[in-house]
């Protein structure tokens, strides 16, 4: 039915925990980072970096 060839949108690998290590989507790659207790704890990109501040419970 479609002739078109296989397209790849977008690229993702993952750790051993299943967590998202990286995704690479066109010419843009990001990276995530986790603590011991798998909270995402930064993300770095090829237009950004980002790192989140951990959150205490009250």
């Keep these: 039915m479609n002739t ?5 949108l977008a690229r993702y690998s993952y750790d051993e925990g299943g967590r998202t290590k990286t995704k690479k989507v066109a010419n843009e790659t990001s990276t995530y980072h986790y603590n011991i207790r798998g909270w995402l704890t930064q993300v770095t990109g090829t237009k950004f970096n980002q790192t989140l501040p951990p959150i205490m419970p009250p």
């Design 4 to 8: 078109a060839p296989e397209a790849t």
